[in-house]
């Protein structure tokens, strides 16, 4: 198995860093696992950063409402 689900949040993490290196060593792990992974182990890694980004997004934004 070859799940890009935490790749794909260590490489999020990188580039919010803004670390070069770290961001080059973080993309090349996540295309490592890309390439290797399922169609099905793919689309579960979408979903549940998606799913993340948008709570997160909620959340930031809750705050802005006000009553």
Not at 25 to 48: W, Y
Request: charged share 25%; glycine share 2%; no cysteine.
């Amino acid at each position: 198995m070859h799940d890009p689900t935490p790749a794909a949040r260590s490489l999020s993490q990188a580039i919010d860093g803004a670390d070069t290196r770290q961001v080059n060593e973080a993309a090349r792990e996540f295309v490592e696992k890309l390439t290797f992974a399922t169609a099905d182990e793919i689309l579960a890694m979408l979903r549940a950063v998606l799913a993340e980004d948008w709570m997160a997004l909620r959340k930031s934004h809750s705050s802005d409402v006000t009553p």
